[in-house]
């Protein structure tokens, strides 16, 4: 009898032991999802801050990355003020990067913004 309790002491520690582990496998996974979100959005942010700041339009402004995240880019001019207008050669520039994911339940969002100078257009 007491080898019955014992081996069903051991079977339920086993039990919780392997949904502890089950569990903590799922939010590695899940992690690890999220790092390639957020360090495929910050190389994008990154092409398109350089790509203005070399005085080029984007040429794209939205696609997808690994193979399951939709991003899409605005860029817009802020109006200057007394510091930007010393700079007349540059312009002060917003840029904001949604990337969109459908998740088990809903879709998900994430949003990246930064402020560049880019170069102000040339008068002919």
Avoid: H
């Amino acid at each position: 009898m007491e080898i019955l309790v014992a081996m069903t002491i051991l079977g339920v520690g086993f039990v919780a032991l392997f949904g502890v582990l089950s569990t903590s496998l799922g939010t590695v996974s899940r992690i690890g999802d999220r790092e390639t979100l957020v360090r495929s959005a910050q190389m994008k942010l990154n092409e398109l801050c350089l790509s203005l700041r070399q005085g080029q339009e984007p040429p794209v402004r939205s696609g997808e990355f690994a193979g399951k995240y939709r991003w899409r880019a605005e860029i817009r001019t802020v109006a200057g003020d007394e510091e930007t207008a010393a700079l007349p050669d540059y312009r002060l520039a917003r840029v904001r990067l949604r990337v969109t994911w459908r998740g088990s339940r809903a879709e998900n969002r994430y949003l990246l913004e930064t402020m560049t100078w880019v170069p102000s257009p040339r008068e002919q």
